[in-house]
């Protein structure tokens, strides 16, 4: 049954956001649906040998995405933070760098760039 809403959150989601962020979890109420999302700890581009500590999250961000069945719909996202341990550099994921990637759609790239810049 996993599988299966997994599937259906990869539809609702923009495309791709599932390869970088991992949900955590949703709220209704009166102000629409809430996404909560939470980068993956996947090292990112050019760091990949070298050992990191995950130093946590970044302020949440919040983005009005999409209605969804007349819902209005915000992602709450929160970004990862790293330390790299051999010389003590705190490090985010250049979202510049991942929209330029092979695997990004253009739809991902673009909601990436307008929320980190």
């Known amino acids: 049954m996993q599988d299966t809403y997994q599937t259906l959150v990869q539809f609702l989601l923009p495309e791709g956001l599932l390869d970088y962020f991992e949900l955590t979890s949703v709220n209704t109420g ?7 999302l939470e980068e993956k700890n996947l ?8 050992q990191l500590e995950s130093k946590g999250f970044l302020p949440e961000v919040s983005i009005q995405d999409f209605p969804i069945r007349g819902q209005k719909v915000v992602l709450c996202i929160k970004r ?7 010389t003590g ?8 760098l991942v929209q330029k990637g092979a695997r990004m759609t253009t739809e991902f790239g673009t909601f990436l760039k307008g929320i980190f810049g």
């Open 43 to 50: 090292p990112p581009s050019g760091y990949e040998k070298q």
């Open 80 to 86: 990862r933070k790293w330390e790299v341990k051999s």
């Open 30 to 36: 009166d102000q629409g649906l809430q996404i909560y």
């Open 89 to 96: 550099e705190s490090i985010t994921r250049d979202w510049n």
